[in-house]
C-alpha cells in the first residue's frame, strides 16, 4: 500500500487571474498532505458537484508546509470548460483533491548542467523542480540554466521563483517582446553544443509540438532528456487505462503505458510522436 | 445486507463494475477491499490485448466515452500475475471475460475455472463476434443464447451474463441468456456514443466512437434493469451512472438484486464504501433488517406528486 | 447559412424540436421566429388527446425525462387554432404527426396536406402501434417502411421521417425508410428511462418510465447521425442534446444537414437565436461562406491528441 | 407579445440562512423587470452552469425599486439537489431568471374578510399578497387576516412583514411552541363560520395536504377560495406541458391544465385532489 495516496479536501484561500487565461490558486489542506517529488501531479475537482465531471490533472507549482497546515500553488492555464468553472471559483470553495499521483522526475545530484526547458504553463512543474535542486541539492558545481518560453512578454510566468533557483533564465516570446525573438527551442538550439552530454540532463514541460522538437535537436546531441507528458485522465492513478501513449518497447514493439502511472515523466527517446 | 447471486452470498450488494477497478491493485489504498460485496475485475481475453490507440477517453456531459479496448494481459498472466493479489482478501472474485469467437470464451472460462480463488464469471457480450462479421454477440438472442450455454458448459462457476443496452428488446435477449443457463444477468455495459472537437473537426477519440458511461446514462440503465428484472427469474445486477448510495438504492427498489459501480471509482475513488454505509445508513433509517425488504419493493402504483 | 431539406429550402439549419415550441406562441417574447430555419410544432394526431396523468417530468443528469403523453388538440383544431398563428411569419413550418395506426398517419397527413401554410411533415414512428401489440413503429424496420411510403402516397409536401433511438440497428431503419421513400431523416427521439424518489420507493413519473431529453443523450444521437449519414443519401437532421453552438456544429460536421433544439429551449428560451448567432460566428471566424464547408467535414483519419 | 416576459441576469446581493433550511436570497437586477403581480413567478438558474439542469421556480417575496435596479427577494427552502446548490451560492453569482410567469391571483378591492392561508415556505406569496393589498386597496372596511402555520416557533418565517399588512396573524405551530397548538388548517376551521361567504374571500398556500384540507373544511362554507399549487416545471412558461394537474372541466370531464400558465393560482374548487 502506498502511504503518498490520499483523497483529501482542501479549501481555496487565493485563486486569482495573473495574466491573461492563467490563474494561480492557493489551496489550504488541514491534514497530512505528503511532500509532492518534482513532476507528481494531484487530481482535482469541485466538491459535490459533478460539472464538470472527471477531475482535472495538476502539477505542483508550489508546496509550503505551515504548522499543521499545507499550502498547495497550482498554476493553471484556462484551457476548457473545467478549467474555465475552476477560475470562477471564490475563496473558501472546497476541492477534492486526489494524489500523489505519477512517476517523479529522476534527480541527479552529481550533474553539471542541469537544463529546464519550459514552454507556456509547463513552467509550473518545471518552477518546482528548479526549487527543488536548489532546496535539496547542494552541488556547487552544478548549473541550472531555465530556458522559459511564452507567447509575449505579457504572458511570461513564473520568471522571479525561477530566478531564485536558477544560474540563469533565457526568455524566449513569438514575438520577440522580450529574450529571444522565436520559440524556446530554438533559444534552446543555438547553445545545445555547449552542453556536454554526458554532464548534462535536461528536463523539459510544455505543448506536444516544443517537446517534439526538442526529440529533433537531440538527434545530434545525446543529452539525456526527461519530459513531463499530458493525456487526458480519468481516474489518476492507474485505473481506468485512458491515459495511454505510446512508447518503445523491446525491440520493435510499441506499447501503450499509462501516463498517470508509468509517467507523466518519461524519458524522451522513448515516446512515439503522433 | 448480504444478498444470494445465482448461487453465490455475498456480504453486501455492492460490487466494483469490470474495467473500472483494474485488478483491485490501485485501489487498496482507498478502499477495503475486504467490506466489498465483490470486485469484477477488468475483462480478461484469451491472449494479451494492447488495446486502442490514445486518445481513448473523454468527458461526455454528466459522464464518459472511452474506447479503452478491452486492454488486458491475457487469461493466463490474469492468474498468475493478477489474481493471487485479490486472493489475499476476504472477497468474491468474478471475472469479466469475453472472447472473438464461442471457442474463445469457452477457452477462458475452462482456464478460469481451473484456477483456484475465483467465485463467478461475469461473460461480457458487448463485444463483436468476429465469426458473425464483427456483429455483436449481445444483440443477436440466438449468439447470445450460445455463448451462454457453451460458456456454462465448461464452468461449474456461477455464470453472469453482462447486456448490452444498444439492442431493441432488451427483455428478449435476457429471455435467452436466462434459457441458456445464466445464474444471473447483469446490465447494462456502455451504450454507443461519440464526440467532436468542433475547432478541429475531429473526433475527440482516436476510435471516433466509444461507449458513455457515468450518470447520464442511468435513467437507461434503470428501464432497463426494470425491463429485465419483470422478465426473468434470475438474479439481476445493476449498472450504470452509480455515483452514490440513493443511485444505488434506485435499482434495488426496482428489482436489482445487488449493484456495479463503475465510472464513479475514477472521480471518487471511495465511491464503493460511501455507498455501502449510505445503503446501510437508509435501511436504518427505514427500519430494514434485511435486503428483501428493500429489493423490488417500488410502488408503481402512484408516481410522487 | 441556407440549407435544402428535401426539396425545401431554409435559411438556416436550425430549427425547432417538436414538443419543446409548443406552436410558436410562447416562445414569440423570447425570440425572432422569422430568424428560424424551421419551426416544428408539437406532435398532432388525428383526434384530441389528453396526454398522461401527473407527475409527468422529472430532471435527470444533465436531462430530463418525460411522459407528457402527446397531449395535443388534433388535427383539426390545429389548423384551425394554431396554424395561423405560425401563418404569420416567415418561417418554414414543419408538422410533427403520429398515429396509433398506418391509417391514422395517412389521414392527418391527408388533412395537413390541404391546409395552408405547411412546408413538410415529420413523421414520428416512435409511438406504439395498437394494431401490433403496441410495439413501436420505429423499431421495426417492416413498419417503418411501411408508414413512410403510405404517408408519402397521400402528400406532395417533403416528408421528414424521425427516427427511435431505441433499436439495435438505428441504420437499418433509416435505410428502410429511405426506401419508404422519405425525404429527409431526423434522429434521435428520446431514449427510454426512467428514475426512482427513494424516499418513498416511488417513479418520480406517474407513467413509471418516459423520454430521456437533453445534453445526456448527446454523444448517443451524435454517433446514430453518423451511422445514418453514412448509410443513407437523403438529408439527415441531428437532434438530441443540442445546448448552444458547439453542439450545433458537432452534428453538422458529423454530416447532419440541419438540427433541431429540443430541450435547450426550456432551460434557455433563446437558445435557437444563440446557436444561430454562434454557427454564424464560427463560420466567420473558419472564413466559411457556405453550410457545405461544414457539413460532414469530420476528419476521422486522426482523433485529437 | 406579452411585455412582461422577460429573460434577464440577475446578481446575488444577499443570500443568507433565517432558519434551519431556510433562506432569503436578495437578487438585484440592473434593467427593466416589471412590477411582478401577487402569485406570479420566476424560473431561476446558475447562469452558465448546467448542474441542476433545468431552472427551478419560484415566487416573489419582495420587490423594491431603487434608482435604475429592481430588488428582487426569494425566501425559499432547501428541498433537494437544485434548492441546496442555490443556498450555496455566494454574493455574487449571476443568475439567469425568466419570468414573470404564471396567472395572479384575482384581486377584490370590495372584499370585507380578505384570508389568507399560509403553510411553511407558502408564506412567501402570501406575504408578497398581502403587501400588494396592503399598498394598492385602501378599502377601510377590509380586515386582512393571516393563519401562518409551521412546525415549531422556530420555524416561522416572515412574521414581522405580515404583521404590517395584516390586521390579524393567528400563529399555529406543530408542536405548540407558539400560538396554536395544531395544524393552521385546524386553527382556520375554528374560525371559518364566522366569515360571511359573500364577503369574504381567502388565499391560500402551503403543501397540498393543507390545501386539501382546506377544500375539504370549506364543503360546508362556501367560501371563494384561491390556492397556488406547485408542480414541477421544464419551461414556466407554457411550452413543455411538463407541470399539468387535474382540474374539472365542463360536466363530468376532467382535463389536464399547466400549472405554470393556467395557473399556479386556481379556484379551490376546480382543483381534483390526488
Ligand atoms: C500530469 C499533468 C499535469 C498537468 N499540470 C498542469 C498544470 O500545472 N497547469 C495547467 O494549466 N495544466 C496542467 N495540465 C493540463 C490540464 O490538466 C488541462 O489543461 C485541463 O485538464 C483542461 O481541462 P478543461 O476542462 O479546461 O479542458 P477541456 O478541453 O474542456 O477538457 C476536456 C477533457 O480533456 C482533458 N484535457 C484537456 N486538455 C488536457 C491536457 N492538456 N492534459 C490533460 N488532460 C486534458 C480534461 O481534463 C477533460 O477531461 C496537466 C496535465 C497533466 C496530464
Ligand atoms: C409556482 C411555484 C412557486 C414556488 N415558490 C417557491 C418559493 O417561493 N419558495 C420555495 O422555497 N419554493 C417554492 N416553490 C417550490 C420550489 O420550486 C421547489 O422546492 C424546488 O423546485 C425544489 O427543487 P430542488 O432541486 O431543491 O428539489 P428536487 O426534488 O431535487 O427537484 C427535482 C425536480 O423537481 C422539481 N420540484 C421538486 N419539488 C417541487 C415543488 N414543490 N414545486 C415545483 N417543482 C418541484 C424541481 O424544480 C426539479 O425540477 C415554488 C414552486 C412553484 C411551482
Ligand atoms: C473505462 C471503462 C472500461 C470498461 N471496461 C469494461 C470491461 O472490460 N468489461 C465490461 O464488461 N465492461 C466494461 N466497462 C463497462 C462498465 O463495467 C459498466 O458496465 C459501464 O461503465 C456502466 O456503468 P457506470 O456508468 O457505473 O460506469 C468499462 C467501462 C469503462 C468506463
Ligand atoms: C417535453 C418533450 C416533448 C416532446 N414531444 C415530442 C413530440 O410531440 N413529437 C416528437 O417527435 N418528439 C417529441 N419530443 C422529442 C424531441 O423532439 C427531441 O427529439 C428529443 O427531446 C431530443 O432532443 P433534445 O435533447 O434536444 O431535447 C419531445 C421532447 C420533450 C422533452
Ligand atoms: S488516468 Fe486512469 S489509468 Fe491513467
Ligand atoms: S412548465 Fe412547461 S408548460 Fe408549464
Known sequence: ?274 | MSVNIGGLWLKNPVMTASGTFGYGEEYACYVDINRLGAVVVKGVSLNPRQGNPAPRIMEAPFGMINSIGLQNPGVKAFVTDKLPFLKQFDVAVIVNIFGETVDEYMRIADALTQADGIHALEVNISCPNVEKGGMCFGTDPEIAHEVTQRVKSVTHLPVIVKLSPNVTDIGEIADSVQAGGADAISLINTISGMSVDVENRRPHLKMVTGGLSGPAIKPVALKMVREVVKRVSVPVIGVGGIMNASDALEFLIVGAKAVQVGTANFVNPRATMDIIDGIEEYMMRHQMQDMRELIGTLNEEEGLC
Chains 1, 4 share one sequence.
Open chain 1, 1 to 274: 500500500m502506498n502511504r503518498n495516496k490520499f483523497l483529501i479536501d482542501g479549501k481555496i484561500t487565493v485563486n486569482r487571474r495573473l495574466i491573461n487565461e492563467h490563474y494561480l490558486m492557493t489551496v489550504v489542506i488541514s491534514d497530512n498532505f505528503p511532500k509532492p517529488l518534482p513532476g507528481q501531479f494531484v487530481m482535482v475537482r469541485l466538491k459535490g458537484r459533478h460539472e464538470p465531471f472527471l477531475s482535472r490533472p495538476f502539477s505542483i507549482y508550489q508546496y509550503n508546509h505551515q504548522d499543521d497546515k499545507v499550502f498547495v500553488q497550482i498554476l493553471y492555464r484556462v484551457a476548457g470548460k473545467g478549467t474555465r468553472i475552476l477560475s470562477e471559483l471564490k475563496r473558501g470553495a472546497i476541492l477534492e483533491i486526489s494524489g500523489l499521483h505519477g512517476h517523479p522526475f529522476d534527480i541527479l545530484p552529481h550533474a553539471s548542467n542541469v537544463i529546464l526547458i519550459a514552454g507556456g504553463v509547463g513552467v509550473a512543474p518545471i518552477s518546482y523542480l528548479a526549487s527543488h535542486y536548489k532546496d535539496n541539492i547542494h552541488n556547487t558545481d552544478m548549473r541550472l540554466s531555465c530556458y522559459l518560453g511564452a507567447k509575449s512578454a505579457k504572458h511570461l510566468l513564473g520568471v522571479e521563483t525561477l530566478r531564485m533557483s536558477c544560474s540563469s533564465v533565457e526568455i524566449s516570446t513569438d514575438d520577440g517582446s522580450s529574450g529571444y525573438h522565436g520559440m524556446v527551442t530554438e533559444s534552446f538550439a543555438r547553445n545545445v553544443a555547449a552542453y556536454p552530454p554526458d554532464q548534462s540532463l535536461i528536463y523539459a514541460c510544455g505543448p506536444a509540438s516544443m517537446l517534439k522538437r526538442i526529440s529533433e535537436i537531440l538527434c545530434d546531441y545525446p543529452i539525456p532528456c526527461q519530459v513531463l507528458l499530458e493525456q487526458r485522465m480519468a481516474c489518476g492513478f492507474g485505473a481506468c487505462l485512458g491515459c495511454t501513449v505510446e512508447v518503445k518497447g523491446a525491440g520493435e514493439m510499441k506499447r501503450y503505458v499509462r501516463v498517470c502511472t508509468e509517467g507523466p515523466v518519461f524519458n524522451i527517446h522513448d515516446v512515439i510522436w503522433g
